[in-house]
């Protein structure tokens, strides 16, 4: 069974400071990463993702993130956060299979991003 | 991407009564899926819906409570059957575009009273 952990329910940061919202994994074989932002009162926003190839993949709104094999981590960073940054971040994982099984994300718990003035 | 829209955007329903949401896609899609997410928690999937075949349910959740119809390829229904107040929970559709992405739709915020 495939399992998501991001162990901060919340994360503090200053604007202009740098950010990571942290997020370890579980799963059997090679997965692929999500991460996906919700602002209040509106659906998922797909921020980016890791399928193969380089380990620091760049995604939307100058969100970044870094895959760690051997930690089997994939943290969501950003170089300078901005107060619009502040909403819900879930990390999610997929193994791909040839079922219905390998189509489907697990997310995590979900960890709330407040970026103060 | 594919653009998906959810109806109704929310709703506050009495307990016993059923409400159906709808998902329409922009795109045709094979996939479509179902979650909840219950308040300040994670998302949790509810069902898988192909078109041309029966809804394949997760641990916990059953037809009868949940009945999902996928008439073609770009439209979804999900009906939370005979509401308690522990159904209150934003419900969301999902596809998956290409090979690797998944999108989501606005959500449906359902208040069961």
């Known amino acids: 069974a495939q399992s998501v952990a991001q162990p901060e329910d919340q994360v503090n940061v200053a604007e202009g400071n740098p950010l990571t919202v942290k997020c370890t994994y579980s799963v059997s074989g090679n997965p692929y990463l999500f991460w996906y932002v919700q602002y209040p009162n509106r659906g998922l926003q797909f921020l980016l993702k890791y399928i193969t190839g380089d380990n620091l993949v760049k995604g939307s709104y100058g969100f970044e993130a870094e895959f760690n094999k051997s930690q089997t981590s994939f943290h969501l960073k950003k170089p300078s956060a901005l107060v619009s940054d502040s909403a819900l971040y879930f990390c999610a994982v997929r193994v791909p299979m040839n079922n219905n099984a390998g189509n489907m994300l697990t997310f995590g718990g979900g960890t709330r991003l407040m970026v103060k003035p | 991407s594919a653009v998906i829209s959810q109806k109704p955007s929310r709703d506050i329903c009495q307990r016993g009564t059923s409400l159906t949401i709808q998902c329409q896609v922009d795109s045709q899609v094979t996939m479509m899926f179902w979650y909840r997410q219950q308040p300040g928690q994670s998302l949790t999937l509810i069902a898988t819906a192909n078109q041309g075949s029966e809804a394949t349910y997760e641990s916990g959740f059953v037809i009868d409570k949940f009945p999902i119809s996928r008439p073609n390829l770009t439209f979804s229904t999900l009906t939370v059957s005979n509401m308690s107040p522990e159904d209150s929970s934003i419900y969301l559709c999902?596809?998956?575009?290409?090979?690797?992405?998944?999108?989501f739709g606005p959500g449906t915020r359902l208040t069961v009273t």
């Open positions: 999902s596809v998956v575009w290409g090979h690797y992405e998944q999108y």
